[in-house]
T-cell receptor, first 111, second 113 residues
Framework: KQEVTQIPAALSVPEGENLVLNCSFT??????LQWFRQDPGKGLTSLLL???SQREQTSGRLNASLDKSSGRSTLYIAASQPGDSATYLC??????????WGAGTKLIIKP | DAGVIQSPRHEVTEMGQEVTLRCKPI?????LFWYRQTMMRGLELLIY????????DSGMPEDRFSAKMPNASFSTLKIQPSEPRDSAVYFC???????????FGDGTRLSIL
């Protein structure tokens, strides 16, 4: 059974720093790995989707990598801003086309 | 373009009452998902539809929960009778393809007293 873990559960950094959020999954048989952002009281916003055949995807200041063999994905945020404060969730699309979710990392960027 | 629209945004009702949550997916999307989010259990997939057909409802907690998708632009999640442990935020999401990026609504915050 696929399990997705995110470490750390919470992270607080000063504005301007580069940071990395981690996601690990137990079963490498995934179709893709997706990163989402959730703001308080809101739904989730899709940030990046990495297909199983890809190694990374980039969107603006965000870069997500995928290493299926080690069961890891990272989300790199460059030059962090207070507006980046949110909870970031990763999810692995399993062989049944279901997203298996991590518990999220709550990120606070201090001005 | 309109995103996924859910109603109501908030629902407070007494235990035993019937609750109906509604979702309008993004036009053209053929997959629709219902999730429940709680602090204790995180995000849980309840059921998903592809081309209006329920594909996997193994996440539906029990027979009190039912979901329908009568057409491509509307879905409901019904709880009857409701219980306090059903209190959670319920999200609807849609995607153009079953494995593609999912677009979420803002959720329905449900409180059962």
């Amino acid at each position: 059974k696929q399990e997705v873990t995110q470490i750390p559960a919470a992270l607080s950094v000063p504005e301007g720093e580069n940071l990395v959020l981690n996601c690990s999954f137990t079963d490498s048989a995934i179709y893709n790995l997706q990163w989402f952002r959730q703001d308080p009281g809101k739904g989730l916003t899709s940030l990046l989707l990495i297909q199983s055949s890809q190694r990374e995807q980039t969107s603006g200041r965000l870069n997500a990598s995928l290493d299926k063999s080690s069961g890891r994905s990272t989300l790199y945020i460059a030059a962090s801003q207070p507006g980046d404060s949110a909870t970031y969730l990763c999810a692995a699309l399993d062989s049944n086309y279901q997203l298996i979710w991590g518990a999220g990392t709550k990120l606070i960027i201090k001005p | 373009d309109a995103g996924v629209i859910q109603s109501p945004r908030h629902e407070v009702t007494e235990m035993g009452q019937e609750v109906t949550l509604r979702c309008k997916p993004i036009s053209g999307h053929n997959s629709l998902f219902w999730y429940r989010q709680t602090m204790m259990r995180g995000l849980e997939l309840l059921i998903y539809f592809n081309n209006n057909v329920p594909i996997d409802d193994s996440g539906m907690p029990e027979d009190r929960f039912s979901a329908k998708m009568p057409n491509a632009s509307f879905s409901t999640l019904k709880i009857q009778p409701s219980e306090p442990r059903d209190s959670a935020v319920y999200f609807c999401a849609s995607s153009a393809t079953v494995g593609g990026p999912q677009h979420f609504g803002d959720g329905t915050r449900l409180s059962i007293l």
